[in-house]
């Protein structure tokens, strides 16, 4: 069993700097969401964010290949900042197709789906701030991914309850077409959020 004490811990606030980037993500995404007028801007400030995320990504695996003993399993560790870096791509995707598409104002559903993500993103950096002390944390962090669980069930219910609107209620197919391909972007954001947090369940039984 490793000792924790004498690790090092630098992977770990770096998980928690990547993290704070998915939570960035995830706000600018719901401005755009309740204010469409801020897509075209807030594309260069999601640009800006995917590169300042990938810079993080990028000290992780430098650091991964130059350390001999890490804290968690080097799979571990590759697994989690590919994962993290992973959903501010979601995001910037996303984003990028209510610019394409000019979706104009958003649905309702999507405006939640997004509050969801706030959520979950705000789960994830309390996840990964309590990782460094993972045997005296682990319930606290297996809480951090049991309500991530719910907000990521609680995105399907809505993900399947406004694309029976859609088709219920909007007659333009183009406009259907568009909100879909949205919708779904939100909603594997979500699940991804949840595949993530998977991870740390996983990290957390394996050395708590």
Not at 16 to 42: H, I, T
Not at 146 to 153: D, Y
Not at 176 to 182: C, L, Q, R
Not at 190 to 198: A, M, R
């Amino acid at each position: 069993m490793f000792n924790f004490k004498h690790k090092d811990t630098d992977f770990f606030d770096l998980f928690v700097d990547s993290a704070e980037y998915f939570y960035k993500g995830a706000l600018l995404m719901n401005e755009v969401m309740l204010d469409y007028s801020k897509a075209e801007a807030k594309m260069d400030e999601i640009i800006n964010l995917e590169h300042e995320a990938d810079e993080i990504n990028d000290k992780i695996i430098d650091k991964l290949n130059q350390t001999f003993i890490t804290p968690i399993d080097r799979e571990d560790i590759f697994a989690l900042a590919n994962g993290l870096d992973d959903g501010v791509d979601f995001l910037q995707g996303t984003l990028q197709r209510m610019v394409m598409y000019r979706t104009g104002q958003s649905k309702e559903g999507a405006i939640a789906l997004s509050r969801l993500l706030i959520e979950c993103t705000e789960e994830l950096i309390k996840a990964f701030t309590l990782l460094k002390n993972i045997r005296s944390n682990q319930h606290r962090i297996l809480e951090c991914t049991r309500k991530i669980g719910k907000l990521e069930s609680e995105g399907d219910r809505l993900y399947r309850k406004e694309v029976a609107y859609l088709f219920e209620c909007i007659k333009d197919p183009i406009e259907i077409i568009k909100w879909k391909e949205i919708l779904e972007y939100l909603e594997n954001t979500l699940d991804h959020c949840e595949d993530v947090s998977d991870m740390i369940r996983g990290v957390v039984m394996k050395y708590a």
